[in-house]
């Protein structure tokens, strides 16, 4: 291999290393592929139990055709099964490299077989091609890359020895990135999914439903988005808001599921589950727990100064608190409760319009109102059903051969 | 540089991209280290906060004469400010690294010393030195690689210029892989909090206190290890069994609280628990979760079949149910409850003979009983304090600046 090859591919390495997201990281792989063997296009197929699923694409000639984002639109995700049928499953099943000089003259007694469906339907030819596996530390396979039309003098030639030998090392060094990135993924799914089981678990004997929760999050991602927080703030929130009410796991039955009215002294005890919540997420390191906890101590709070716990005033009010406000009192007058059928949509915006700069924000309740349609079509997808009000009372039902 | 370095080096990034385990990295970081440079010691600083951590050693001359595992005790974590006095320190605020043919020739008045406390201390003469600053993809320092004494036909040589580039390369290697492994410890280390966090919120309204989770905890740990389970599976059950009433949060205040015998209609709703717990729990991705779930479903059947929720006998109920049932009863019976006094040890000891294989497998009980002197040690740790026992009646106490 030539030896400025080698030494660029150390400093590849590190930098495929440095990246943690999925998709940014097969794109560069495939940029870098590409430059390495002077491909014209390429993509990278990433093996999910017995399939092959297309996850990247990159084409110099598509995206000079149609800009980079439309060529991305027409190549979306496809999948097929691990045959010797295709180039890519022939590699996915023999492990080995294939660099063919052009597709055209695969014999037809081969295992493996070009097909030319896109190449005809997008108007594209597919001539020369180098296919790699992308395998693992283990020597386990979890994908494959295929470069496309090697360029040289405008002209498409075969991919080089070299060309395939650096591919080679590249591919293993892809390959360990690829599966870095996946077990961040992982991660970070794994922990998303314990923090929704915290809402739902305290959510379980609280007057309101799953959906409650749902819209909320929903509304309060709108509130974000149009307000211009950034994207990491807007999904921070949305994750983060579910757990506005989980301090009312320590408030007893008989103060949180009373029909009516509350005297002031259980109104004063239901009020404390604004902190009883702030205790639970006390000191997490966890972004979006810290951020519940703002939440939860805050989203009682009123413009006005006239709120719980504290009695915090306009801007003392943290912004999280004052949008989860806006969200849940709507949700509140908008939603079946099992006291309440929903108010008309008059009624619910004339109780939040005369509640503008008291109890709300003027700012976020404008925004939240300027989006109505959007919010409409939360409030409908997330629907309660008569079941909703009813949780656990089916337990004589349930078939426990799908709970172990 | 020499071509098979770099090819060398193209394999080791691929190597130290596979290991996630922070400790296990720093050791092969530095035999690799070694073996590019043939140095005699080797050691690494992480930068933590405004402080050098002193994380990892290896050396051949005390591995030689004292064996591994004992020279990794003697040069235990460490720790120093980084300034410019230390050469470790000089390299992590200058960004340079430092090739010293021999640091008893360091003129007086250069701005770095070496301190040789150690060396006199252990017998050991420090000569040649090559350290290099661990920088990040945004050239962030993160620590420092410190190499000692370059062997040359059983001589102490200084390190060749070969040596500094090929470790400056390799550090840019080693530095990304230390931050992903440590990406990844951050990452599990919030998940867990999460999961502490999910059963301490439902442990709020229940009976019971922290510690008792605590202990349920320690003591299906101790069974676990004492029944042969791999030091994954231990701990699996360490983590996973705080969650086994979290089904609690299902059951209504008049059964839960209810201070005297429960009639068999509230008994029947109190059982339910079991199954509350399994479907908060269900089809969740995360290993610690699947135990949980299986733990909560399975925690109250009995050996002889009268247990419930299903009646289950024998090894039909899983080994963690079988663990927990045991650590969750003696726990009940040698601490105080809010309505009795902790059961003196031989009445505990008696009560749980007795049910020996009517409530409890007779191997899981027998290898806890043969494990009492931990099992004390547990109890004692995590004794319940009066206050323990009065959760959240001091609210009107609390101070709100710690809370946001």
């Not at 990159?58 to 639109?73: A, C, I």
């Not at 099943?93 to 695969?106: A, C, F, G, S, Y």
């Not at 009010?317 to 008059?346: H, N, Q, T």
Request: glycine share 4%; hydrophobic share 40%; charged share 30%.
């Amino acid at each position: 291999m030539l030896i400025e090859n080698i030494q660029k591919l150390i400093d590849i390495g590190i930098a495929l290393s440095s990246i943690h997201n999925l998709d940014k990281l097969l794109d560069l792989i495939l940029s870098t592929a590409q430059t390495l063997t002077n491909a014209d296009s390429g993509s990278i197929y990433l093996v999910e139990k017995d399939k092959l699923i297309f996850k990247a694409s990159r084409s110099n000639t598509y995206f000079t055709r149609w800009g980079e984002e439309k060529t991305k639109k027409i190549f979306k995700n496809f999948e097929m099964p691990v045959t010797k049928n295709s180039i890519a499953g022939y590699v996915a099943l023999t492990l080995q490299p294939l660099n063919i000089p052009d597709v055209r003259k695969i014999p037809s007694e081969c295992e493996y077989h070009y097909n030319p469906t896109l190449d005809k339907k997008y108007n594209y030819e597919t001539i020369s091609m180098l296919v790699t596996p992308l395998l693992n530390n283990n020597n386990k396979i979890i994908g494959v890359l295929q470069l496309i039309n090697s360029i040289q003098e405008n002209k498409i030639v075969p991919f080089t020895e070299e060309h395939q030998k650096i591919t080679l090392y590249f591919s293993s060094q892809a390959a360990v990135a690829i599966q870095n990135a996946k077990l961040t993924d992982e991660l970070k799914n794994a922990h998303l999914d314990t923090i929704l089981r915290l809402a739902s678990a305290t959510e379980i004997r609280d007057k309101e439903t799953a959906n409650h929760l749902k819209r909320v999050s929903h509304y309060s991602r709108i509130i974000a988005k149009n307000l211009g927080f950034s994207k990491e703030d807007v999904e921070l929130i949305f994750l983060a808001s579910p757990m506005h009410d989980i301090g009312k796991v320590g408030i007893p039955d008989s103060i949180l599921l009373k029909p009516g009215k509350l005297t002031p002294e259980e109104r004063k005890i239901m009020e404390k589950h604004t902190i009883i919540g702030a205790i639970i997420l006390k000191d997490s390191p966890v972004e979006i727990l810290v951020k519940s906890r703002i939440i939860s101590l805050t989203h009682h709070e009123k413009f006005d100064g006239t709120g719980y716990p504290r009695g915090l005033k306009g801007k003392e009010i943290p912004i999280e608190g004052r949008i989860i406000a806006v969200a849940d009192v709507y949700d509140a007058l908008s939603s079946k409760r099992y006291y309440k059928d929903a108010f008309p949509e008059e009624k619910v915006i004339k109780i939040l319009q005369e509640n503008r700069g008291t109890h709300f924000d003027p700012e976020i309740l404008d925004v939240f109102l300027k989006n109505m349609n959007e919010v409409k079509i939360i409030r409908e997808t997330y629907i309660d059903k008569e079941e909703d009000f009813d949780k656990f009372s089916n337990f004589d039902k349930i078939d426990f051969s799908k709970l172990i």
